[in-house]
């Protein structure tokens, strides 16, 4: 009987053990997938309705209008929004609901907005409030709420913090909205350094040599100008002070052109020749020269480094035609980063570091190309518009001001890293030519 | 003792079944996994967007020649096939290649507009009947494996199950699956007309892939969203999980369909960008 029993329980055993090698038939979730790979709108939807005048007897009926346009104006600049109609928008626009319990997001998202921005402002003897929310309408989330304080004046400078974070929440980086450009403007035979805001307001006259002024360079803490004048009749090497009137001149014999700002410190590189050749050399914010760079007989001009400083690119004749070549700083290896085309100049190293823009020749025109500094691979962003050269990097890697003459005479536009959104930058009388965007930094 | 050696009969006998059974697991796995039917066959998608664009269809039909030398459709039809050379052409392996950026706006459009008609009536011009068939059978198995680039015109589903499909003929899983399939490839295109992503947040990747599956119910109501493959950036994931919530309700079913739902898997890949 005990043998019996055993047997039994044995051959169940057995029995499971045989089931447990056939597993229960999982169905593989197998779906049959359909490809989109190409988005609609290359740019988010963002909703930004009419502010809330919060104040007594309407003070800030104006401001409830102005801010929101100028928030509109400073994001659509960056590239990455679009921003929606407001005759679209299924709302008061006199009794806007600003707080995530009172938005109706399904108004929102029925019209296509993934993103919203409200706003409330409060104005009180010449002192403005302002309290700014980013939504995120689907997930119907409070993502940013700040508010600001200050005078009037400033209102400006509060809608760009606010925008600030709103790009540092897409992106990580804070974007642009406190940084510059230099450029030179071409006047009566002149060409003078000119600074203006991020989207090309406010120039302002830099330079009055009353010569040619050329190869603005930023220090990267922004308040430092490194450029070549010929105000002495040969091109002599400045380093000025933003905001003090505190300038150093080079006392080399030869040109002394392209300066280049090393990251984080104040020292420099610029192509010299007072030994016969031009190379480069590192200098130090105060013009001493710190070390001989390159060593390569034949011209080496126009350093750009990589933003850890370990690397620097630079044009370089030394195969025949000007190609950019990348120097590794601590083991002085050169590597050649271009092969197509008989022309490759103006390298500029993209802040994220990752890639160099720079201007090629061909066909008979020059265009603006971004290489993979580690691949080499080359995306032409400019064609079919007349030339277009110089280019330079925003502060957080997002866009590219450059010089064209695509409208006949020569002058500065921007586009986005990938090449969209071309659009003309400064509107001045004359030619605008070399624009170098300065770091994103407030100079005090 | 007796006991015992029945025991090691017993202990025999399971090592035997076992023994089988094993075999018969193997084979069965083995023959499971050469015979499994991988995806349904291409032709089936194929056809589809083929119904939703009748002008891709003219000209399989013999009779209509004279379409293919009017000016207007010379340029349109082209256009993808260039395209896809282009994309072929990059993926060769070269130590520098060469990509063309996108450009939404360009300032001399007209005269880029113009070059870029004449390059392409030169190339219709010089390219034979046959060759246009060969860019259709090209622009056929495009579709197959990915969306129209180019926005179609939406066909509404009731006009999509009474029109005839054309091109390959009758597909094996017969007309309702055909209709289905009809139907997703719709839910797709109206998905895609609701994906907004710029450029810049792919951060110049191409490799991002999300995978998204959902149920359409027959009033076009969308259920049970849920992400089966994520890409590690969550803007890209952010922006297909919106477009498909911005689509809902999609087209409902179409009036021959009975399911109880329709189950849809989308593959949103930045591959358009660049």
């Known amino acids: ?444 | 003792m007796i006991g015992h050696s029945a025991e090691q009969k017993l202990l025999m006998l399971a090592f035997t079944v076992s023994l089988i059974c094993h075999i018969a697991l193997f084979s069965i796995l083995i023959y499971a996994q050469t015979h499994r039917p991988k995806q349904r066959p291409a032709p089936e998608v194929m056809n589809v967007s083929l119904v939703s664009m009748p002008e891709y269809v003219a000209p399989s039909q013999p009779a209509k020649k004279a379409t293919i030398s009017s000016p207007s459709k010379k340029t349109g039809k082209p256009a993808p096939v260039k395209k896809k050379a282009a994309v072929l052409k990059k993926t060769a392996p070269k130590a520098a290649k060469k990509k063309t950026s996108l450009k939404k706006k360009t300032f001399r459009s007209e005269k880029v507009k113009k070059n870029t008609l004449k390059k392409l009536e030169q190339k219709v011009e010089t390219s034979a009947s046959d060759r246009i068939s060969k860019a259709i059978d090209q622009i056929k198995s495009k579709v197959s494996r990915e969306k129209p680039e180019k926005p179609i015109q939406p066909s509404t589903p009731k006009k999509v199950a009474t029109g005839t499909p054309r091109g390959t003929g009758q597909v094996s899983g017969g007309k309702l699956v055909e209709i289905i399939d009809i139907y997703r490839v719709e839910i797709a295109y109206q998905v895609q007309r609701n994906w907004a992503f710029p450029d810049q947040l792919a951060e110049g990747r191409s490799d991002l892939q999300t995978l998204l599956v959902f149920k359409v119910m027959p009033n076009g109501e969308i259920k049970d969203l849920f992400f089966t493959d994520r890409s590690g950036n969550s803007h890209f994931d952010e922006s297909a999980f919106r477009a498909v919530m911005k689509a809902n309700p999609v087209d409902p079913h179409p009036k021959s369909v009975s399911e109880p739902y329709v189950q849809m898997g989308l593959r949103f890949t930045p591959e358009g960008i660049q």
């Open chain 1, 1 to 444: 009987m005990v043998t019996g029993m055993n047997l039994f329980s044995r051959i169940v055993v057995a029995g499971v053990m045989i089931l447990m090698l056939f597993p229960p038939q999982i169905k593989a979730t197998e779906y049959d997938y359909i490809d989109i790979s190409n988005p609609f709108l290359r740019k988010i939807p963002l909703a930004i309705p009419w502010f809330k005048d919060m104040s007594e007897a309407n003070a800030g009926s104006i401001l409830s209008v102005q801010l929101p346009d100028t928030l509109s104006e400073t994001l659509a600049f960056t590239g990455y929004f679009k921003m929606l109609d407001r005759k679209s928008f299924l709302m008061d626009p006199k009794n806007p609901d600003i707080i995530a319990t009172h938005i109706n997001f399904r108004n929102w998202t029925a019209i296509g907005a993934e993103l919203l921005i409200t706003g409330g402002v409060w104005v009180t003897d010449g002192q403005m409030e302002t309290e700014l929310r980013l939504f995120d309408t689907f997930k119907e989330k409070l993502i940013i709420g700040k508010r600001y304080k200050g005078s009037i004046e400033n209102t400006q400078g509060m809608i760009r913090r606010f925008c600030g974070e709103v790009m540092h929440h897409l992106t990580g980086h804070r974007g642009f909205f406190n940084s510059q450009i230099a450029f030179l403007s071409h006047r009566e035979g002149n060409k003078e350094i000119f600074i203006c805001d991020y989207d090309g307001s406010r120039p302002t006259r830099f330079t009055r040599h009353n010569s040619i002024t050329l190869f603005p360079s930023w220090s990267s803490d922004g308040s430092w100008l490194a450029y070549t004048s010929y105000a002495k009749g040969k091109p002599n090497l400045y380093i000025r002070n933003i905001k003090e009137n505190d300038v150093t001149t080079l006392s080399r014999k030869g040109i002394q052109i392209t300066p280049s700002w090393f990251p984080g410190k104040f020292e420099l590189a610029a192509t010299l020749s007072f030994s016969g050749d031009q190379e480069i050399y590192l200098l130090t914010g105060g013009g001493k020269i710190i070390k001989r760079l390159t060593t390569s007989r034949g011209i080496d001009v126009e350093p750009t480094w990589s933003p850890d400083g370990k690397q620097m690119a630079f044009v370089s004749k030394r195969s025949g035609t000007p190609q950019i070549y990348i120097q590794n700083i601590a083991s002085g290896r050169v590597r050649r980063l271009t092969f197509e085309g008989r022309y490759n100049t103006q390298p500029d190293w993209s802040p994220k570091g990752d890639k160099i823009a720079y201007s090629a020749m061909a066909g008979g025109n020059i265009n603006i190309y971004t290489i993979d500094v580690d691949e080499g691979q080359f995306s032409q962003l400019t064609e079919n518009q007349g030339d277009n050269e110089a280019p330079s990097w925003s502060p957080d890697g997002s866009l590219i001001a450059f010089t064209s003459n695509r409208e006949g005479r020569s002058r500065i536009y921007v586009m986005t890293a990938f090449g969209t959104d071309q659009r003309r930058l400064i509107f001045l009388p004359g030619e605008q030519t070399n624009p170098k965007w300065s770091p994103n930094v407030i100079v005090k």
